[in-house]
Nanobody, 116 residues
Framework: QVQLVESGGGLVQAGDSLRLSCAVS??????MGWFRQAPGKEREFVAA????????SYADSVKGRFTISRDNAKNTVALQMNSLKPEDTADFYC???????????WGQGTQVTVSS
């Protein structure tokens, strides 16, 4: 049974940093990433990383502030978020799949709230 479990969310102030982690169990995936959904908005792509870690992709809104990484030995993916803004407030979801850009498995989400 595949499970993706996020952790690390919380309440921070604008300008602070936060690190999200996602532990995957059941199997490994070539592509892992993060999506988010802000209150009243549609879910949106945040970042993705391939198996090697050499290929990454970021939403324009987070480029230069967020960094995605993975540890294949531990089967985890992380999202380091710096210079957080109130507009980053959202539920963040860990995702995984076997093809770039296609995610078949989703976590339950972790809430990030950034106060101004």
């Amino acid at each position: 049974q595949v499970q993706l479990v996020e952790s690390g969310g919380g309440l921070v102030q604008a300008g602070d940093s936060l690190r999200l982690s996602c532990a995957v169990s059941g199997r490994t995936f070539s592509t892992m990433g993060w999506f988010r959904q802000a209150p009243g908005k549609e879910r949106e792509f945040v970042a993705a990383i391939d198996w090697s870690g050499r290929s990454t992709s970021y939403a324009d809104s987070v480029k230069g502030r967020f960094t995605i990484s993975r540890d294949n030995a531990k089967n985890t993916v992380a999202l380091q978020m710096n210079s957080l803004k109130p507009e980053d407030t959202a539920d963040f979801y860990c995702v995984a799949g076997d093809r770039w850009g296609k995610y078949d498995y989703w976590g339950q989400g972790t809430q990030v709230t950034v106060s101004s």
